[in-house]
C-alpha cells in the first residue's frame, strides 16, 4: 500500500498492527469527508458538478486500485475524503 502513488488516494505512511487492531497513518486531508460535507449543506445535497467531479475522481481511483489488483471494500461516505477545493 505505501507504494501507491495516485493524487487522489491518500497516502499510507505506516500501519501498526497489534493483537486487537491495526492502526494505519495516512495523509491528512483537510476538506473532511463526504459525509460530513453533505450535513453541511441544506436538505444534505450536493450540486451536480460537484457530484460529478468526486465521482469521477473516486472511479479513477478504484480504476487504479482495481488494475494493481487491490479491492478498498469499505467504500462509503465517511472514506470519501474532500479536500479544501472538494
Given at each position: 500500500m505505501k507504494r501507491l502513488n495516485h493524487p487522489h488516494i491518500a497516502t499510507l505512511y505506516e500501519a501498526i498492527e497489534?493483537?486487537?487492531q491495526v492502526i494505519l497513518i495516512l495523509e491528512y486531508v483537510p476538506g473532511g469527508s463526504t459525509h460530513g460535507f453533505l450535513?453541511?449543506?441544506p436538505n444534505r445535497r450536493m450540486a451536480e458538478d460537484d457530484a460529478r467531479k468526486i465521482y469521477k475522481q473516486?472511479?479513477?481511483?478504484?480504476?487504479?486500485?482495481?488494475?494493481?489488483?487491490?479491492?478498498?471494500?469499505?467504500i462509503k461516505l465517511e472514506n470519501v475524503m474532500l479536500d479544501e477545493r472538494k
Amino acid at each position: 500500500m505505501k507504494r501507491l502513488n495516485h493524487p487522489h488516494i491518500a497516502t499510507l505512511y505506516e500501519a501498526i498492527e497489534t493483537e486487537d487492531q491495526v492502526i494505519l497513518i495516512l495523509e491528512y486531508v483537510p476538506g473532511g469527508s463526504t459525509h460530513g460535507f453533505l450535513k453541511s449543506k441544506p436538505n444534505r445535497r450536493m450540486a451536480e458538478d460537484d457530484a460529478r467531479k468526486i465521482y469521477k475522481q473516486l472511479m479513477n481511483s478504484l480504476n487504479y486500485l482495481h488494475g494493481k489488483c487491490i479491492a478498498h471494500r469499505d467504500i462509503k461516505l465517511e472514506n470519501v475524503m474532500l479536500d479544501e477545493r472538494k
